[in-house]
């Protein structure tokens, strides 16, 4: 239970609160269901997040010195969380927006 915890740390419903026990599930979940909040001010840009992602979430953008997301692509394996080693991303559950019925 404490390796969940600690992997889902990085773990933040919208609101910017760290999401109840409930809501994190279980594991990694379909694409666009997740969203990312990257600290841009923190980041040393090392590289780290896009050698991590298996699923192309971040791309370095050398011309400006920064990491572009992709965030419909994240799929909440929490990888780059876990790596990161100044702790400049977190990622988040995305609520559904489902039409409601006519």
Not at 22 to 37: L, V
Request: proline share 5%; charged share 25%.
């Amino acid at each position: 239970m404490k390796e969940k915890q600690e992997k889902l740390k990085g773990f933040h419903d919208l609101s910017g609160n760290p999401s109840s026990q409930s809501s994190k599930g279980t594991g990694p979940s379909k694409a666009g269901a997740f969203g990312i909040h990257h600290k841009a001010f923190i980041c040393t840009v090392c590289g780290t997040c896009l050698s991590t992602c298996k699923k192309g979430v971040f791309r370095k953008l050398a011309s400006v010195r920064s990491i572009a997301i992709t965030a419909e692509r994240c799929i909440g394996c929490f990888n780059c969380v876990e790596k990161c080693p100044v702790k400049a991303i977190s990622v988040y559950r995305v609520k559904s927006q489902s039409m409601p019925p006519r």
